[in-house]
T-cell receptor, first 113, second 109 residues
């Protein structure tokens, strides 16, 4: 069974803080993704990585950066958290190829005060 | 125009009913299609992939209509445990996936 884990289920931070969200998958998947999910907007792609040290911007990368130093780990960094980054953050992984599903982690609900 | 559009509902149906959801997509070159289920405060989980010929898994049937650019999900004999949000997902190729905003289903005893 594929397992995707995220470092925290709930996180509360203050405006201006640097925030690290960690994601780890145990199935040797090349592709990893970071999404945020907001009511009425669905899931929106922030960044994805197609292999170690490889990354590409998604639809809403502003205010975020990512790091993928090891295949199993994909980190999302909020350089200076703002209140509009309060959201549910979901990590996913999959094998390459269009027909392969994504497996999601349990999500991190981040609140920025 | 949004890449993927779904009717948000909510759909409130009695147990045993049949319910159908549709999802339209804008990119005619889209290659793969999925239905995910998401329970409240949980992550999305794959319900089924959608194949060109249509496919069935127990009480669930998924269909793809490329000419009209929509996919559908039919749930027969609804159970209380089917209550969830159903997300339509379209992959136009490569690593980009587009998610609908979800359709909320509540099955009522």
């Amino acid at each position: 069974d594929v397992k995707v884990t995220q470092s925290s289920r709930y996180l509360v931070k203050r405006t201006g803080e640097k925030v690290f969200l960690e994601c780890v998958q145990d199935m040797d998947h090349e592709n990893m993704f970071w999404y945020r999910q907001d009511p009425g907007l669905g899931l929106r792609l922030i960044y994805f990585s197609y292999d170690v040290k490889m990354k590409e911007k998604g639809d809403i990368p502003e205010g975020y950066s990512v790091s993928r130093e090891k295949k199993e780990r994909f980190s999302l960094i909020l350089e200076s958290a703002s209140t509009n980054q309060t959201s549910m953050y979901l990590c996913a992984s999959r094998l390459p190829s269009s027909y392969n599903e994504q497996f999601f982690g349990p999500g991190t609900r981040l609140t920025v005060l | 125009r949004k890449e993927v559009e779904q009717d948000p509902g909510p759909f409130n149906v009695p147990e045993g009913a049949t319910v159908a959801f549709n999802c339209t997509y804008s990119n005619s070159a889209s290659q793969s299609f999925f239905w995910y289920r998401q329970d409240c405060r949980k992550e999305p989980k794959l319900l089924m992939s959608v194949y060109s010929s249509g496919n069935e898994d127990g009480r669930f049937t998924a269909q793809l209509n490329r000419a009209s650019q929509y996919i559908s999900l039919l749930i027969r004999d609804s159970k209380l445990s089917d209550s969830a949000t159903y997300l339509c997902v379209v992959n136009p190729g490569g690593n980009q996936f587009y998610f609908g905003t979800g359709t909320s289903l509540t099955v009522i005893p």
